[in-house]
Structure formats: structure tokens, C-alpha cells
């Protein structure tokens, strides 16, 4: 960290190679550089990868299949947690009866599913066939993505469901899907999911595997923290 902290002093254009197979706490670091790559593990032929992306011969499109803590405090921290009775809205610095940490904020540094690349994406409304679902059928969600750089890119398009009321505790979201697709400046796709009543299952509080009618939101973007939303019922 000292020779990252007096390299950063005499050159800003600094990039970052994270070799590891954990979430680590980067805070500074990302603070320092003007970029990160994480590269996992990747091998003996991962040298060549990695001066391929940072030349800009290709492009990064892997995405974090883990949480990066803003601080180690948070740990552990996972995308599906968990809803409270008392959510925090807002900055937490202004928030005095919420569930939160008094000093720093609930999100991780990097959520789930979060990662960059050279271009841009934007996303449209999700667009739902119906917006209520029977046993044995399925309702369509999609989206329409476009590509808003100057740059061929590659986008993992996640799908991310919650349970409003549940009989046992239900997380504020689960992963049900993803899609990868690639397109090239200025062009769009369409993306569409299916979901269907199996999708919704949990295990209840006699161990069986099942869904309960009612409300539910359907969430599609680029990572688990999206707000990008649509309601449906099962009936």
C-alpha cells in the first residue's frame, strides 16, 4: 500500500491488477487508481489476458460473484440478505431509527454482480405480458438494452426476484437469471425472461418445497443493486 500511496503521488494514470480469491477491502485502493481489474486466479495464460484488456485489444465483461465489503466491519455481507422491519432510507448519516451501521454504509463497496467494461449501457422499463401468474404458466419480462458508448461491449443482463411477505423470512432478493449479450455501438436488444411459479419456491417452515400466493417484485439490470423494477402476482 506505501509503494501503491507514492506511486499514486507522481502518477494519477495508475492501474490497479488484483490477484486474489476473496473479496478484499479496496477502498483505498480504488480511491488511489484510476482503475481496478480484478483477476482472479487465472493461470499461466493469465498475463496474456490481462495485457490484452488493459491495451484495450479486448474488453473486461466478467462480473463479481461476490460482495466487496466498503469495510471489513460489514463481513458477513451478502446481496440476498435478509428484509428488516426497519430499512434504511436514505444517507445514513441522516438516519437515526434504521437499521444500519453508525459509521459507515450498509452497501458493500462493490455489490454482486457489479463489474465494468469499456462502454455503456443503458436499460429501458422491464415490460411484463401480465402481471399475474397461475400454476403451470409463465409471464414474460423484458427489457430493452442499448449500447451508448463507442465501443463493442458485452453485458450480463441479471434477473433478480423478491418475495414480498412470505411465511418464513424471505430475502430482499434472489438471483433467477442472467443473459449475456453483445452489442455493438449504438445497437440494441431486446432481453426477455421467463418466470414461472417454480422460480418462486422456498423451503417453508415444515421443510417443503413451496410457493405462496402473493405479491412479488421483478428486478432487471446490471447488478443486484438495481432499481429497476415491475410487480406481478401469484395467484
Same mark, same amino acid.
Given at each position: 500500500?506505501?509503494?501503491?500511496?507514492?506511486?499514486?503521488?507522481?502518477?494519477?494514470?495508475?492501474?490497479?491488477?488484483?490477484?486474489?480469491?476473496?473479496?478484499?477491502?479496496?477502498?483505498?485502493?480504488?480511491?488511489?487508481?484510476?482503475?481496478?481489474?480484478?483477476?482472479?486466479?487465472?493461470?499461466?495464460? $493469465?498475463?496474456?489476458?490481462?495485457?490484452?484488456?488493459?491495451?484495450?485489444?479486448?474488453? @473486461?465483461?466478467?462480473?463479481?460473484?461476490?460482495?466487496?465489503?466498503?469495510?471489513? $466491519?460489514?463481513?458477513?455481507?451478502?446481496?440476498?440478505?435478509?428484509?428488516?422491519?426497519?430499512?434504511?432510507?436514505?444517507?445514513?448519516?441522516?438516519?437515526?431509527?434504521?437499521?444500519?451501521?453508525?459509521?459507515?454504509?450498509?452497501? @458493500?463497496?462493490?455489490?454482486?454482480? #457489479?463489474?465494468?467494461?469499456?462502454?455503456?449501457?443503458?436499460?429501458?422499463?422491464?415490460?411484463?405480458?401480465?402481471?399475474?401468474?397461475?400454476?403451470?404458466?409463465?409471464?414474460?419480462?423484458?427489457?430493452?438494452?442499448?449500447?451508448?458508448?463507442?465501443?463493442?461491449?458485452?453485458?450480463?443482463?441479471?434477473?433478480?426476484?423478491?418475495?414480498?411477505? $412470505?411465511?418464513?423470512?424471505?430475502?430482499?432478493?434472489?438471483?433467477? $437469471?442472467?443473459?449475456?449479450?453483445?452489442?455493438? @455501438?449504438?445497437?440494441?436488444?431486446?432481453?426477455?425472461?421467463?418466470?414461472?411459479?417454480?422460480?418462486?419456491?422456498?423451503?417453508?417452515?415444515?421443510?417443503?418445497?413451496?410457493?405462496?400466493?402473493?405479491?412479488? #417484485?421483478? #428486478?432487471?439490470? @446490471?447488478?443486484?443493486?438495481?432499481?429497476?423494477?415491475?410487480?406481478?402476482?401469484?395467484?
Amino acid at each position: 500500500m506505501e509503494l501503491l500511496r507514492q506511486v499514486c503521488r507522481v502518477n494519477s494514470n495508475v492501474c490497479v491488477v488484483l490477484f486474489g480469491g476473496r473479496p478484499l477491502e479496496i477502498r483505498e485502493v480504488t480511491e488511489l487508481a484510476g482503475s481496478v481489474l480484478m483477476a482472479w486466479l487465472p493461470g499461466t495464460e $493469465g498475463a496474456d489476458a490481462l495485457a490484452r484488456v488493459l491495451l484495450g485489444e479486448s474488453a @473486461p465483461s466478467g462480473r463479481l460473484a461476490m460482495s466487496f465489503p466498503w469495510c471489513v $466491519g460489514q463481513e458477513p455481507l451478502h446481496y440476498d440478505y435478509l428484509i428488516t422491519g426497519r430499512p434504511l432510507i436514505g444517507d445514513y448519516r441522516k438516519s437515526k431509527w434504521s437499521s444500519q451501521y453508525l459509521d459507515v454504509p450498509n452497501e @458493500p463497496l462493490y455489490t454482486f454482480g #457489479f463489474g465494468l467494461t469499456y462502454t455503456d449501457f443503458d436499460y429501458s422499463s422491464i415490460r411484463l405480458d401480465s402481471d399475474r401468474l397461475a400454476k403451470g404458466e409463465q409471464i414474460l419480462a423484458t427489457v430493452t438494452v442499448r449500447n451508448t458508448g463507442n465501443r463493442r461491449g458485452t453485458e450480463t443482463v441479471q434477473l433478480y426476484i423478491r418475495d414480498l411477505v $412470505g411465511s418464513v423470512a424471505r430475502p430482499i432478493r434472489s438471483l433467477k $437469471g442472467f443473459q449475456r449479450i453483445t452489442l455493438e @455501438p449504438g445497437e440494441s436488444a431486446e432481453v426477455s425472461f421467463k418466470i414461472t411459479e417454480e422460480m418462486l419456491r422456498f423451503y417453508d417452515k415444515n421443510m417443503h418445497y413451496t410457493s405462496e400466493p402473493g405479491k412479488f #417484485f421483478v #428486478f432487471i439490470g @446490471p447488478d443486484s443493486l438495481t432499481e429497476n423494477c415491475a410487480g406481478f402476482i401469484l395467484e
